[in-house]
């Protein structure tokens, strides 16, 4: 099955700076990568996917990049603010006429210094 | 239009009692995720439900566990005979079509 690895697992940026947060997949067939946000004691929070047709993609300060060779895509989120603070997290699935659970990685807790 | 919606919040057993978790899918949506998720862990895909029927249940423990999505009424997610190792935060996800998932605010279920 479909493992998938993140780092950096706690990742600390000043207000302002830049945070990259990586991912690797292990099954080739993977074709769909969302990201979530998830706050202390709520769900997870869909705030961008892509799919494999495409190699990168922008909204607004975050934008996700995907390598299908190297089987890694990264979330980039710039101009970070306090409000960022939370346990991000990467996930892959197969969509192929149906649609898959999805496999998620360990997360990453980024903290947002003042 | 409301979000996913799950209940209860919070929910305590004590070893051997069942627990059933409930998952209202956000309107229109057909399909629903069931996920595990472990303090400091990432979520674990345990079952992938359409309206009355059980498309994916590879990631649900063979024993104890069951899930169900009638076709009125939202989804329910069963724990048998509950054991401390079940304590954990469980989320729901809804999807009007293929892996665009929502998720809910979770049920945390304690053990006791």
């Known amino acids: 099955g479909e493992n998938v690895e993140q780092h950096p697992s706690t990742l600390s940026v000043q207000e302002g700076d830049s945070a990259v947060i990586k991912c690797t997949y292990s099954?080739?067939?993977?074709?769909?990568f969302p990201w979530y946000k998830q706050e202390l004691g709520k769900g997870p929070q869909l705030i961008i996917d892509?799919?494999?047709?495409?190699g990168e993609k922008k909204d607004q300060r975050i934008a996700v990049t995907l390598n299908k060779t190297a089987k890694h895509f990264s979330l980039h989120i710039t101009e970070t603010q306090p409000e960022d603070s939370a346990v991000y997290f990467c996930?892959?699935?197969?969509?192929?006429?149906?649609?898959?659970?999805?496999?998620f990685g360990k997360g990453t807790h980024l903290i947002i210094q003042p | 239009n409301a979000g996913v919606m799950q209940n209860p919040r919070h929910l305590v057993r004590r070893r051997g009692q069942e627990a059933r978790l409930r998952c209202s899918p956000m309107k229109g949506h057909s399909h629903v995720y069931w996920y595990r998720q472990l303090p400091e862990e990432g979520l674990k895909f345990m079952v992938y439900l359409q309206k009355e029927n059980i498309i994916d249940e590879s990631g649900m423990p063979k024993e104890r566990f069951s899930a169900e999505f009638p076709k009125e009424g939202p989804s329910i997610l069963r724990i048998q005979q509950v054991v401390r190792g079940d304590s954990a935060a469980y989320f729901c996800a809804s999807s009007p079509y293929e892996n665009i998932q929502y998720f809910g605010a979770g049920t945390r279920l304690s053990v006791l």
């Open positions: 892509i799919r494999s047709n495409v």
């Open positions: 996930a892959a699935s197969i969509v192929s006429g149906g649609a898959d659970g999805l496999t």
């Open positions: 099954d080739s067939a993977s074709n769909y």
